[in-house]
């Protein structure tokens, strides 16, 4: 990645940085949803981003289109089960945000947001799956690759390669 | 960039009604090494290979970027690769039942499933029976040496005349300075990239460039060399400083794809036998390929009794053919060389071809893995991130035991292969424990900080490790499949015990902080290194094979593949099957010259 389109990146992130603070709508997500409803991608996206937020250093999973791949992955899943288990998983989300403040979790304030996915995480069960997926596809995304761990890798490399010479 | 030749034309429709010089049975390896030196020696040769030709540069597809994959690297909806857990918990055939369209070995589980899908078999049509065994396997042209780990070790007398050392099993029908020239001759024609170390139980081949170490690397390597142990850069069978005499293969570059995926590099720097042997074979005008060959029986004359062709069936059509060869070389991996021996039993062989020793199929052997180490270098936590993984492998450190010690509950030895630093994907994100800003500071501080290395250890062979023919369960192309009568014992119990400890004493010198300790035992089979179903030998009641991998009951056949090795050793065998199989070939062309097959 050069380094203009890595600035361009950042810009067009940038009223990301600004904007959590409100219990605004969601920004927009990068890819149209083919499995979860449009209220169950805006929940998958939000959480996306509680999990990896954009930082000073780099945009996070709503900016790298996380919630996007999973609803692929979901869309194109042969295993009914497991289609459940994120609809299940994603219910169970609401259900707590409403037992423990009242309202939905899309409507609840920033750290209300927090507390939710702190509960879930102090458990077993969908958070873990959650987690893995979400960081699986931040990762392997352009922005998780390039800007936040600024791979330098898998390009021709001239000359000797990286490292101490043991010899 | 690269100066790469397209691969010469392919027909199926070749001339069977003529009779080959030698026919050879499996196309990875072995077979492509045969190839290779029998057209040198001016034979013409028949090369049969049950899977297809792949485009494997559109398989492998090396520098494609996740996020350029539409299911970032993984196999489409309805693939699956066997768990750990399944193989632990289930026995084989593990395909059987499954509701999967296409189950894969565990190798299809790595990183970018998609690009080996067409490289494995699926073990739906490849079932096998007995003890669970992870059996990994590749039909197509090349075999396993388009996904290989491309580590390339020498064997030394450590090995060939490890009976003499420990009184256990037999020794080598040859000794080092028996194979060393021709250790040379493939590090030369295939290329190999490594450090010398002078040391007398893993000889120093005639390495190209090496890849370096880095920073955490250096530091484990000094430490060790206190303790009298060696850190050495991995011996990795890839060209970094080009090969002018091969057309087929690139130099290095350093793009870190083979540690990415389960292996391959679509500019062969990494050694594959299409690009490295085959090719240049077929370019004599001498070698004929038939892909799509499923060989199922080692065909014999009526009167003689001597190996006259191999049947196969095409693997698409199922249609039955006969190839004739003055010679019959198998080379279609341990196991499957055995199981065809095994399959072909004319009334002069009823126990199989090339058994009154009863011996094919036994003594089968690999190594045992599981146990190993990862740690935490505090000093590179938080420090910019730097190109690690552009090289084709981190470290290897050599055996260091039974060689003048003698360990009280175990015999033999084993070695690690390790490595640390970045990677595309960081490491250790689901091991980070919560979510949020912090969770996310802190993958990026740590991702270049974690070293981590695991063993690999010889397995003895014995009698009574074996497999057969299942008298039951049919392959999809209704041939009978294997039977495993095969665990670890006690030496492999001891041996990994002590590789966990010795794994975490290493590390705590170094002064690298340990992390997890893994004394697990991996699955049999795990090392994709299975040997010694039809071992060489100089007594043709206890062995299968002479020193040149030539039947001792029909001379004219040949099995130039790991079943011939008699023990596994520690090191990785591939450059082994390729020294000792030019050896045998070169016998063979002089024995065949000669008259004397």
């Not at chain 2, 190209?208 to 060399?225: D, F, G, H, I, S």
Request: with cysteine; net charge neutral.
């Amino acid at each position: 990645m050069t380094d203009l389109s890595r600035r361009d990146m950042i810009a067009a992130t940038a009223a990301a940085l600004v904007t959590p603070l409100l219990p605004a709508a969601p920004v927009i997500a990068q890819r149209p949803a083919r499995f979860l409803t449009p209220a169950e991608f805006a929940l998958l996206d939000e959480l996306t981003e509680l999990i990896i937020p954009t930082d000073e250093h780099s945009p996070g999973a709503r900016a790298a289109g996380v919630a996007g791949y999973i609803d692929g992955q979901l869309a194109e899943s042969l295993d009914p089960e497991w289609q459940a288990r994120w609809r299940a998983g994603l219910q169970a989300v609401e259900a707590l945000a409403r037992e423990l403040h009242g309202k939905a979790f899309l409507e609840s304030m920033p750290d209300q947001r927090i507390a939710v996915l702190t509960r879930m995480a102090a458990a077993e069960g969908f958070f873990g799956e959650l987690k893995l997926r979400t960081v699986h596809g931040y990762y392997t995304s352009k922005i998780g690759i390039h800007m936040d761990q600024a791979y330098k890798g898998n390009v021709y490399q001239r000359g000797d390669y990286a490292g101490f010479d043991a010899t | 960039m690269m100066i790469r030749v397209a691969p010469p034309p392919l027909r199926q429709d070749v001339d069977l009604s003529k009779t080959y010089d030698a026919v050879i049975v499996g196309s990875g390896a072995a077979g492509g090494m045969a190839a290779h030196v029998l057209t040198a020696h001016g034979m013409q040769v028949l090369l049969l290979e049950a899977g297809k030709r792949l485009p494997i540069e559109q398989e492998l597809r090396s520098m494609e970027w996740p996020y350029d994959h539409p299911r970032r690297g993984d196999a489409p909806p309805g693939s699956h690769a066997i768990s750990f857990n399944e193989y632990t918990v289930r026995r084989p055939p593990y395909a059987k039942a499954s509701a999967f369209r296409h189950v894969y070995s565990y190798v299809g589980g790595w990183g970018g499933s998609d690009y080996v899908k067409n490289i494995l078999v699926d073990e739906k049509d490849h079932p096998y029976t007995g003890t669970r065994y992870a059996w990994v396997r590749a039909r197509a042209l090349g075999g396993k040496t388009n996904i290989w780990g491309r580590l390339a070790l020498r064997l030394s007398d450590y090995d060939f005349k490890a009976k003499a050392h420990d009184g256990y099993g037999e020794d080598w029908p040859i000794s080092y300075a028996d194979l060393a020239p021709y250790y040379d001759k493939v590090d030369l024609y295939l290329g190999i990239s490594g450090v010398k170390e002078s040391l007398p139980h893993l000889p120093d081949s005639l390495f190209q460039r090496p890849t370096k170490l880095n920073v955490a690397e250096v530091q484990l390597r000094e430490r060790m060399a206190r303790m009298g142990r060696v850190v050495t850069p991995y011996r990795a069978g890839v060209t970094t400083d080009g090969l002018k005499h091969n057309k087929y293969r690139s130099k290095c570059f350093g793009r870190g794809a083979c540690s990415r995926r389960a292996g391959g590099c679509d500019i062969h720097a990494a050694f594959d036998s299409p690009t490295g042997l085959i090719y240049p074979a077929m370019d004599t005008g001498r070698l004929t390929l038939r892909t799509n060959a499923t060989a199922y029986e080692v065909l014999v004359d009526r009167n003689s009794g001597r190996a006259r062709g191999v049947a196969f069936l095409d693997s698409e059509t199922r249609k039955a053919y006969e190839a004739n060869g003055k010679v019959v070389i198998l080379a279609a991996s341990t196991l499957e060389s055995a199981r065809l021996l095994l399959l072909s039993r004319p009334r002069q062989h009823p126990n199989g071809i090339g058994n009154s020793s009863g011996h094919v199929g036994h003594n089968f052997c690999e190594h045992v893995m599981g146990p190993g180490v990862t740690g935490l270098v505090k000093e590179l936590v938080g420090k910019p991130h730097t190109l690690d993984d552009g090289r084709p492998g981190g470290f290897y450190v050599p055996r260091f035991r039974n060689l003048k010690d003698r360990q009280p509950g175990f015999i033999r030895g084993y070695g690690f292969e390790g490595s640390s630093g970045h990677s595309m994907f960081p490491a250790h994100t689901m091991e980070t424990p919560g979510f949020g800003a912090q969770f996310k500071k802190t993958v990026r501080d740590y991702a270049g900080a974690f070293i981590s290395m695991g063993g690999f250890g010889e397995v003895l062979p014995r009698y009574e490790s074996h497999v057969d023919l299942d008298p039951a369960e049919q392959d999809r192309w209704g041939i009978p499949v294997l039977r495993f009568h095969y665990q670890f014992g006690d030496n492999e119990r001891k041996m990994a015990e002590d590789m966990a400890t010795t794994a975490r004493e290493m590390f705590e010198a170094a002064g690298i902080e340990v992390i997890g300790v893994d004394r697990e035992i991996l699955t049999e089979g795990w090392s994709i290194h299975e040997l010694g179903t039809a071992r060489m030998g100089r007594d043709p009641k206890t062995s299968v094979l002479n020193q040149f991998q030539q039947s001792h009951d029909v001379r004219n056949l040949f099995v130039v593949d790991g079943s011939s090795h008699v023990s596994a050793s520690c090191q990785n065998p591939t450059w082994t099957i390729m020294a000792l199989a030019w050896r045998s070939c070169d016998y063979l062309a002089e024995e065949l010259r000669n008259g004397s097959l």
